[in-house]
């Protein structure tokens, strides 16, 4: 059989935080170590539609993110690790589907409507924005991907792939498999104020933090907002400490935080320490990694240039079949 072509992309956001890795990377690395022929790409192009207006950042914020990933394991061996735009076929993709994409299923995508709620601090009702989805399915379609890890937050764009796959084969001839979403679980990770871990809530532990900052935000982590004083029992059933503990923590401490919580045996200090401690531990290989990483400053490059060499075949491939069933 031949091997399962995967591809996903993530927008160059600068340093990742742990729920990436718990997430994202961790289901990459997964894909690529148990064989599937791995295409993982850095949406330069997806990054402008919503951060034109300070593209200056966007040159680091891919070297912070691809660092971070070699450090979590991908491997230019395995995987094609790239930049989208190194890779030209993409854009003549999209522009070619542009051609056959009534307005009206653009329009539709649910995370447009959302996003231009999310952003109304900027102006983002551009061509380019509405155009997303479109980007992204040529993105998937050029590579001629049978699967697609992503979160739940994208399946609406991975609908629309498939459904211009189809009306592309319609119109054309086929020539794109029809490429599967394959759903990412994450555990929720909640960051130091208790909601969602994310860069734009200010409230992440990034994978690329020093010992000491790890261990200064984790003391500062929300904890069971009903236990005011040390005397109070707590409940660690609603406590961010003590999910971030079950998946770091040794299993020992788990179960013995889970009881001595609950009778307030054991405080949120200590409780704090041990998780920074878990933490810290947890990430030291990675960071030595990165760090070695980092002070080859033309490695980074290198892989990016032989990734979008090794990108491009497959997609020119690709765009000479389009072409050919355009007639253009
Ligand atoms: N839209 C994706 C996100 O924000 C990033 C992305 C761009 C992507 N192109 C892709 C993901 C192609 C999967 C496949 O997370």
Same mark, same amino acid.
């Given at each position: 059989?031949? +091997?399962? +072509?995967?591809?996903? %992309?993530? +927008?160059?956001? %600068?340093?990742?935080?742990? @729920?990436?890795?718990? %997430?994202a990377l961790a289901n990459w690395k997964r894909l690529q170590d148990e064989g599937a022929?791995? #295409? #993982?790409?850095v949406a330069d192009w997806h990054a402008l539609t919503t951060e034109y207006m300070k593209s200056e950042t966007v040159q680091s914020n891919i070297s912070e993110m691809v660092l971070d990933w070699l450090a979590a394991g991908l491997d230019p061996e395995k995987s094609v690790i790239f930049v989208q735009s190194h890779v030209k076929e993409h854009a003549e993709l999209y522009l070619l589907f542009s051609m056959i994409t009534p307005l009206g299923w653009l329009e539709r995508v649910p995370t447009y409507k959302e996003a231009l709620e999310e952003y109304k601090d900027r102006e983002i009702a551009t061509h380019g924005f509405l155009g997303y989805p479109l980007l992204q399915a040529a993105d998937i379609l050029v590579y001629k991907a049978d699967g697609v890890p992503v979160g739940q937050d994208q399946l609406p764009h991975l609908e629309f792939t498939r459904e211009l796959a189809r009306r592309f084969h319609h119109l054309f001839s086929e020539v794109f498999p029809e490429p599967q979403s394959l759903l990412t679980q994450t555990p929720l990770i909640r960051g130091i104020d208790g909601r969602k871990m994310s860069k734009r809530y200010g409230n992440a532990i990034l994978l690329s933090d020093t010992e000491e900052d790890t261990r200064k935000k984790v003391m500062q982590m929300m904890t069971d907002p009903a236990r005011k004083r040390r005397s109070d /029992? @707590?409940? /660690? =059933?609603?406590? /961010?400490?003590? =999910?971030?503990?079950?998946?770091f923590g040794a299993p020992e401490w788990v179960a013995r935080v889970n009881r001595e919580c609950r009778t307030a045996e054991i405080g949120c200090v200590e409780d704090k320490q041990a998780l920074a401690d878990s933490l810290n531990g947890a990430l030291r290989p990675f960071r030595t990694r990165r760090a070695e990483l980092a002070s080859d400053p033309q490695g980074v490059k290198r892989i990016l240039t032989d990734g979008a060499q090794r990108a491009r075949a497959t997609a020119a491939a690709t765009m000479s079949e389009v072409r050919k069933a355009i007639h253009i």
């Open positions: 059989m031949a +091997r399962m +072509r995967i591809l996903s %992309g993530m +927008r160059p956001s %600068g340093k990742l935080h742990i @729920g990436h890795l718990l %997430g022929e791995t #295409y #993982y790409m /029992p @707590g409940n /660690p =059933d609603v406590c /961010p400490v003590f =999910d971030l503990q079950k998946i």
